[in-house]
């Protein structure tokens, strides 16, 4: 007489979501973080350089990211605070701040992009040193820093596309406080008459320990 075993069924596939969920979640704090920080940094460095002509002379100039387009650091803000609102929020909010995270990046991007060869903030001031509207800055360059904000962008794009992929794995802040910020209330536990520190407990709480109510 033969008997079959039924196999006992493999655990590892309903692991598997988790584990996707925790390494992607990982991936996208770190893109996100990183992301914002390098393209906020960078923003702040030299990005442009020039010589404005005064008196005969060269008067030199230089143009931070901040003052060449104040998108990428203004995006990079808004992608960080994205990232950390993809926690409060659930199903169809996610996406949306998903999608915004996203944005935030193709965005920062862009605008790097864009300012790595814009020369209208080192114009402007030759202008005001020169004391001639019509001047322009000469010996014009770039700085590497646009192209390092745009690596900034790219990363969060990547967690952008990272929480539009798997944000519906990941776990969302706990629904133990109310919308006003007060923890929800217990049921107070029942009283056991036979031990006596709970009887002590419900007369500290003001409560009658007998369950009987007076007249």
Known sequence: MEYVTAAA?????????????????AVALLCGALGAAVALLASRQR???GTATVA???FPLTAKGSEVTGVPAALAIVGLAALVAVFAVR???RVLVAVLLALSGAGTVAAALLGASDSSA?????ARTAGDTAATAAALSHTGWPYVAATGGVL????????LRYGRLWPAMSGRYE???APRSRAPRPVD?????DLWKALDRGEDPTGTESA
């Open 9 to 25: 069924p493999d655990p590892r596939p309903e692991a598997a979501p988790a584990r996707t969920g925790r390494r992607s979640l």
């Open 122 to 126: 080192l114009d402007e001031k030759a």
């Open 56 to 58: 005969g002379g060269a």
């Open 47 to 49: 990005w442009a350089e």
């Open 156 to 163: 969060l794009l990547l967690a952008g596309l990272l929480a």
């Open 91 to 93: 199903r169809s909010g």
């Open 193 to 197: 008459p036979d031990r006596p520190e």
């Open 179 to 181: 919308r006003s910020g």
